[in-house]
T-cell receptor, first 112, second 115 residues
């Protein structure tokens, strides 16, 4: 039972353009969502998060959008840079819960 | 500020053996969570420790056990290793105090290979 799904295993974007990574969830009890970036041989690095009381959160080049009615969130990176090439994981958690539930990840490649 | 560290980096064990993985949490954090990441998958929650007690467990058998020490460092123990236990084991630290956020900060992981 995959409660968090990232349906695109990979995405290729040209440098300078916008990268959009998508994530869907099924558990309506999730109320906090996070994006992590992972380089090979390193642990996931926290990027940005959003609470269910918001529909947008922005931090520099990164913006996360949450559509609760569609149970969908997306991460926008603009402009995309070569250093953004990594695997991106979407994660979710319930209020007061102990665990993060992760999607399968999307491998983003930024082409020069 | 010291980040999350894990040891060893890599480990090769034989089926049926036991293994202990170690984690030092980020300074100021009192909670440690362990995750298993199989190849091509996202991390899966094993369990969490808060103030030296297990504080939530995922869908893993009892042969997966852990400890948290007074300095908030932690161990993950796996008994009777199976081939399917081959994975990257990630430790994440966080703070479970009033007003704290849900963000967890991960170490680099231990790559376990069971042959």
């Amino acid at each position: 039972d995959q409660q968090v799904k990232q349906n695109s295993p990979s995405l290729s974007v040209q440098e300078g353009r916008i990268s959009i990574l998508n994530c869907d969830y099924t558990n309506s009890m999730f109320d906090y969502f996070l994006w992590y970036k992972k380089y090979p041989a390193e642990g996931p690095t926290f990027l940005i998060s959003i609470s269910s009381i918001k529909d947008k959160n922005e931090d520099g080049r990164f913006t996360v959008f949450l559509n609760k009615s569609a149970k969908h969130l997306s991460l926008h990176i603009v402009p995309s840079q070569p250093g953004d090439s990594a695997v991106y994981f979407c994660a979710a958690t319930e209020r007061g819960a102990q665990k993060l539930v992760f999607g399968q990840g999307t491998r983003l490649t930024i082409n020069p | 500020e010291t980040g999350v560290t894990q040891s060893p980096t890599h480990l090769i064990k034989t089926r049926g053996q036991q293994v202990t993985l170690r984690c030092s949490s980020q300074s100021g954090h009192n909670t440690v969570s362990w995750y298993q990441q199989a190849l091509g998958q996202g991390p899966q929650f094993i369990f969490q420790y808060y103030r030296e007690e297990e504080n939530g467990r995922g869908n893993f058998p009892p042969r997966f056990s852990g400890l948290q020490f007074p300095n908030y460092s932690s161990e993950l123990n796996v008994n009777a290793l199976e081939l399917d236990d081959s994975a990257l084991y990630l430790c994440a630290s966080s703070t479970k105090d009033r007003g704290s956020s849900y963000e967890q900060y991960f170490g680099p992981g231990t790559r376990l290979t069971v042959t």
